[in-house]
Antibody
Framework: AVQLVESGGGLVQPKESLKISCAAS????????MYWVRQAPGKGLEWVAR??????????YYADSVKGRFTISRDDSKSMVYLQMDNLKTEDTAMYYC????????????WGQGTLVTVSS | DIQMTQSPPSLSASLGDKVTITCQAS??????IAWYQQKPGKAPGLLIH???TLVSGIPSRFSGSGSGRDYSFSISNVESEDIASYYC????????FGGGTKLELK
């Protein structure tokens, strides 16, 4: 079965950095685009970042709200995806979910349990 | 960027009712819309993709329709386990979620 397990969340101060991780299993990770989606407390869902596969040159895409501050990366040898978050702002406080899906399964068909990032002084 | 306007933000229904949620895109999204259910404290789950394709294992009381800019999602015969928040997602160009609809029991 597909499993996505996030880790690395925590409490940080504004302008600090944090790197969260997602361990994937149960599917051919190297063939899958990977995504991060976040949800601020009591709010809706927001797509954050996307990384494509090696044949697509590991192209990356970001929501305007995080562009220039967040960096998504992947390690196919470890079936891991990461989100490096720099210059964090209080509005980045959210549950961060790792997600995956495809043309046959549908977009964001698989989700992790999430990791909570709190940005506060 | 494509914007998704989802309505209503909240919905009150009795068991057995039919409810409908709509999403309007800021431009044609060519039927690339999906619908998710989220219960408190849980990650969202995919119910429907490509407008009307039901994910395996999802009850047939859930359905979706639409084209162009306008799409709808319905639950016929609402059951207690359907009480949750629902989100649309366009994936024609990048990814954009609607604002969500909270379904409550009347």
């Amino acid at each position: 079965a597909v499993q996505l397990v996030e880790s690395g969340g925590g409490l940080v101060q504004p302008k600090e950095s944090l790197k969260i991780s997602c361990a994937a299993s149960g599917f051919t990770f190297s063939n899958a685009a990977m995504y991060w989606v976040r949800q601020a407390p009591g709010k809706g869902l927001e797509w954050v970042a996307r990384i494509r596969t090696k044949p697509n040159n590991y192209a990356t895409y970001y929501a305007d709200s995080v562009k220039g501050r967040f960096t998504i990366s992947r390690d196919d040898s470890k079936s891991m995806v990461y989100l490096q978050m720099d210059n964090l702002k209080t509005e980045d406080t959210a549950m961060y979910y790792c997600t995956a899906g495809g043309s046959t399964t549908g977009p964001f068909a698989y989700w992790g349990q999430g990791t909570l990032v709190t940005v506060s002084s | 960027d494509i914007q998704m306007t989802q309505s209503p933000p909240s919905l009150s229904a009795s068991l057995g009712d039919k409810v409908t949620i709509t999403c309007q895109a800021s431009q044609n999204i060519n039927k690339y819309i999906a619908w998710y259910q989220q219960k408190p404290g849980k990650a969202p789950g995919l119910l429907i993709h490509y407008t009307s394709t039901l994910v395996s294992g999802i009850p047939s009381r859930f359905s979706g329709s639409g084209s162009g800019r306008d799409y709808s999602f319905s639950i016929s015969n609402v059951e207690s386990e359907d009480i949750a928040s629902y989100y649309c997602l366009q994936y024609d160009n990048s990814r954009t979620f609607g604002g969500g609809t909270k379904l409550e029991l009347k």
